[in-house]
């Protein structure tokens, strides 16, 4: 029999191994495996706590982030290997940086943190900046990838944890964004900006619900007859201030905060709704309706929008939805299985903005794309460019041969019709035939013509 005293010596000794266990497993937990800085939850935690401190005890917190300037073109071109090297040798440069009252956090992807006091915050970012310049050797190869650092201090800037993180997230967006310096901080120009979001967001909160936010619509017509078969929904905003707005005004905005699936759901029922009796009375066949890159990051988008167009009685083979080429840029795997689904109820999938930067091709064989929509850029050289016209025309070559159907948008003279007509171009869209108008006004358009085809039809 063991005596007790070996009992318990044995029992501490099984508790000490159990509590080691226990801080590794809590520290992994914390840990980024790939650079062994803290993670982004740890990350969270830890400034949550620092505000606190400084806040009872009257200091301040600047909060670093940092962005990998080329990281994704690296990435590409290098291979994931090289680009996980990469990321773990910038972590041990902040690390190596950090003074050890300072928290250096990798937040994911090629973004990371520091956490410092306010003091003397240019003199730290420029520090960052030129640690990060520094080229690297991966597999014997020089990169640069450098660095773009935003920064915000609390409590002058911010006065919560959250504020802080969005406001140095903002003052690392415009550096990105305006190329110069690498470094910037949240300042007057960005609190304005900041203001303004705030202020349109509680705007569009308030717009939604009273239905300030409508369809209009753009007739497409038949290339062949100039006859309206479709029309394309777009969104105006009724503001009782500001008059009528354009989704420019709002739609980047909305997308931001996060708004503009509330905003094309709102906009998508009123236009079914509105279209569905011009379908079933024969004056159109086709409605088509735009959605945002982000909500095909909703993993219930599709189901949604068959589940409200069911309540509407719009058939879903008269729908089309037109997504943009961004989508390819995100989360393709969700967006294909959105763009399945929406196929297999009958809905037609075109592609926005066709030849505008980023055309994939591969997209196009690899997805259920019945129509491709030439952007206006493209449309608005075809008659006075004779190498726009001849790509153009290549285009709708391809298209043809894959068995998608086009329409070209933006046409706004006689001059591109013609040749559109003449390359084989489908359908068209554009103020030669008309401006988007309101539900009613479409509403008259579509009967006057059909009175018209009636009065031909007789004659
Ligand atoms: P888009 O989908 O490329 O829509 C075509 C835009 O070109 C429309 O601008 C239309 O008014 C304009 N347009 C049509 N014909 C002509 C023409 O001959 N000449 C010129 N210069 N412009 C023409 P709009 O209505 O301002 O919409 C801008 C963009 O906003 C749309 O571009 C679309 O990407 C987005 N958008 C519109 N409605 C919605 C919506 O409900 N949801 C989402 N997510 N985006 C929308
Ligand atoms: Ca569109
Ligand atoms: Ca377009």
Redesign the pocket.
Known sequence: MPESSDITAGLIERVAELEAERELTLRLAQTDSLTGLVNRGAFTSALVERLEQARAEGGSVALFVADLDRFKHLNDTLGHHAGDLLLAEVGERLRTLAQPHELVARLGGDEFALISDGADVARRAQALVSALGQPHSIYGRVVAPGASIGVAVFPDDAPDAADLQRFADMALYRVKTRGGRRWSAFDAELRAENERRRTLEAELRRALPAGEIVPWF?PVVDSADGRTVGV????RWNHPEQGLL???AF?PAAEELGL?GR??EA?FEAACRRAAPWVAEGLIELVS????PRDLLDPAFSRKLIGRLQQTELPATALTV?I?ETFLLQDLALSRRHIERLAAKGVKIAL??FGMGYSNVRALMNLPIDTVKLD?TLICDVAKDARVAKLVGAMLHAARALGVSIVA????DQGQALFLRAAGCDRM????FA??MPGDEMDAQLRAGQHVLKRRARA
């Not at 394309?232 to 969104?235: C, F």
């Not at 309706?289 to 945002?292: K, M, P, Q, R, T």
């Open positions: 753009q394309e929904v777009l969104a354009s989704p420019a739609v503009i905003i094309d906009v309706c735009n959605v945002s037109e943009t926005d903005d206006r948008e933006g046409v706004e869209q554009g103020y030669l401006r988007p």
